[in-house]
């Protein structure tokens, strides 16, 4: 089984941006689409953004949409999530995660091997 890593989080004033990368080790992704969530103290695990088995499709939450951006290198092993404009609400740990379905899978149920999250504050 595909084992996530995520990290890049860190505090960041309302407004700033931050890169979240998300590495594979066991075996390689490049068969699975890929997802990021997060997750806010109190509330449920909320789907962010998905990219496809080679950089395409990617989608988005509409709360993030124009804001972040979802990409990947299969050579790497790694997938990225780009986080501008950034707001208070944004804050939550981050995780990135696997899927084989088809579509554009966002509830956390159709994602698998979850990594350890990284926090994301957003704090003046």
């Known amino acids: 089984q595909v084992q996530l890593l995520e990290s890049g989080g860190g505090l960041v004033q309302p407004g700033g941006s931050l890169k979240l990368s998300c590495a594979a080790s066991?075996?390689?992704?490049?068969?699975?689409?890929m997802g990021w969530f997060r997750q806010a103290p109190g509330k449920e695990r909320e789907f962010v953004a998905g990219?496809?088995?080679?950089?395409?499709?990617?989608w988005y939450a509409n709360s993030v949409k124009g804001r972040f951006t979802a990409s990947r290198s299969n050579l790497k092993n790694t997938v990225w999530l780009q986080m501008d404009s950034l707001k208070p609400e944004d804050t939550a740990v981050y995780y990135c995660?696997?899927?084989?379905?088809?579509?554009?899978?966002?509830?956390?149920?159709?994602?698998?091997?979850w990594g350890q999250g990284t926090q994301v504050t957003v704090s003046s």
């Open positions: 995660a696997a899927t084989r379905l088809v579509g554009t899978p966002s509830s956390p149920d159709d994602f698998y091997s």
């Open positions: 066991g075996r390689a992704i490049s068969g699975e689409k």
């Open positions: 990219v496809g088995r080679n950089g395409t499709p990617t």
